[in-house]
């Protein structure tokens, strides 16, 4: 009985926090995009934007923090939730702007596909449109100032994204830093990943469709054959109908009346 109150409490504590901690995860996009996207904002601008993401993190961190106090089996919740640990203590390591990312983007995947009203279509599209958006951001910061760099604009950054996720690869922008062809590799790998996603997806619903055409039309054929049949039946007892009417409108035979023979010496009653 306690675990059942501690399993509803985590349950309850998870439903209350989806849309807050979600709405965190905007204000921390927006907080991360603005210092790269505007580095010549003002210094308030800038700080209060790094504040912004350190609480984002903190408020991540902190949920799951609470989850694992509520969790009947501590040690398995933290077995089975490894990427969220991992995205606690990232940041911890180094105070580097690419980590906080990495680490919120992970606790904000693990949240949104706990969400029971997140569907595996919205969620791959919102991580389609997350990662080409957080990497164009992080190539852009990491290579713009780079010596011999080619990623100088957003729109190079986002090109790029776009190539990398879809394992095109032009050529014509690529990173020179190894911190940029480390974010090349993760962007290449969660493109694989996501069009594998979506690829199944699509194949599940053609299957799914063919299926229940595939059903409609053995529905339809049953219904046929169930006809034809009942037709059959139906001449077959029209026939007999009508091998029986003639029958009984003939009726029995009346019997023949035998000829009675006149007398002799009996005058008829005329005469």
Known sequence: MPGMKQQTAQVRWERRTQTPLLG???????????????????????????????????????????????????????????????AVLLPLARPLTLLRLVSTLLLVGRRARMAPQVTLTAYVGGSVVGLLMFGSLAVLEVERDAPGGNIKTLGDAVWWSFTTMTTVGYGDHSPTTGLGRVLAVGLMLSGIALLGVVTANITAWFISRFERDDAEERRQTALLEALSLEIKELRAEVRRLGAERPAAAEGPEAPEVPEIPARSGVSSPRS
């Open 24 to 86: 965190l995860a905007l204000a921390f996009a927006l907080a991360y995009a603005v210092p790269i996207v505007a580095p010549d904002a003002p210094r308030g601008v800038l700080r209060a934007c790094t504040w912004a993401e350190w609480t984002v993190w903190a408020a991540f961190a902190l949920d799951y923090l609470v989850r694992l106090a509520l969790a009947p089996a501590k040690w398995l919740f933290v077995r089975s939730h490894p990427l969220d640990l991992l």
